[in-house]
T-cell receptor, first 114, second 116 residues
Framework: AQSVTQLDSQVPVFEEAPVELRCNYS??????LFWYVQYPNQGLQLLLK??????LVESINGFEAEFNKSQTSFHLRKPSVHISDTAEYFC????????????FGSGTRLQVQP | EAGVAQSPRYKIIEKRQSVAFWCNPI?????LYWYQQILGQGPKLLIQ????????DSQLPKDRFSAERLKGVDSTLKIQPAKLEDSAVYLC??????????????FGPGTRLLVL
């Protein structure tokens, strides 16, 4: 079984400041890793994913995450946030074999202030 | 490409009533998931289908919840009778198997259920 821990339930940050949302996972098998974003009253949208290859993955809107196998982490970072980045961010994992459901963390609320 | 469709978007019912949710996955996606997202928590799997067969329903409260995916395309999730603790957002997701078996799940907008 897998588990995901998002260490911060809320992260307030000023606009144009850098941000890091932390994610640690536990698994007895190799995993794929995902970050999803949920804007108010909307469904989950895939932000970025790590399946294999380069451990640094990027999204089209400036976010990046780095897979660190030794530390079992997949932290999400952005060098300069915008008001529009205000949302709930969920880290999720799934085993890399077979088709399995995602195991989600409890989410981190990013609140970008002007 | 159309996304995952769900209806209704919102539903308010009284406890002990029944309710049904509908999901139409992305065309060609063989795997379909139903998740329950309680306020302040991450989504948790209820049931997973592969075509029209159940892969995992270990976390589905089978005394009150049921789901089907006839013909391997759209799916319905039913709650009968509903309890107050069923108030949540019900998310449907479908997945695309990429090369080498890698899979990405795409989510619908969800159905927000309030049980009074």
């Amino acid at each position: 079984a897998q588990s995901v821990t998002q260490l911060d339930s809320q992260v307030p940050v000023f606009e144009e400041a850098p941000v890091e949302l932390r994610c640690n996972y536990s698994s007895s098998v190799s995993v794929y890793l995902f970050w999803y974003v949920q804007y108010p009253n909307q469904g989950l949208q895939l932000l970025l994913k790590y399946l294999s290859g380069s451990t640094l993955v990027e999204s089209i809107n400036g976010f990046e995450a780095e897979f660190n196998k030794s530390q079992t982490s997949f932290h999400l970072r952005k060098p300069s946030v915008h008001i529009s980045d205000t949302a709930e961010y969920f880290c999720a994992v799934t085993p890399d074999t077979g088709r399995r459901a995602l195991t989600f963390g409890s989410g981190t609320r990013l609140q970008v202030q002007p | 490409e159309a996304g995952v469709a769900q209806s209704p978007r919102y539903k308010i019912i009284e406890k002990r009533q029944s309710v049904a949710f509908w999901c139409n996955p992305i065309s060609g996606h063989a795997t379909l998931y139903w998740y329950q997202q309680i306020l302040g928590q991450g989504p948790k799997l209820l049931i997973q289908f592969q075509n029209n067969g159940v892969v995992d329903d270990s976390q589905l409260p089978k005394d009150r919840f049921s789901a089907e995916r006839l013909k391997g395309v759209d799916s319905t999730l039913k709650i009968q009778p509903a309890k107050l603790e069923d108030s949540a957002v019900y998310l449907c997701a479908s997945s695309l198997v990429e090369r080498a078996g890698k899979e990405t799940q795409y989510f619908g907008p969800g159905t927000r259920l309030l049980v009074l």
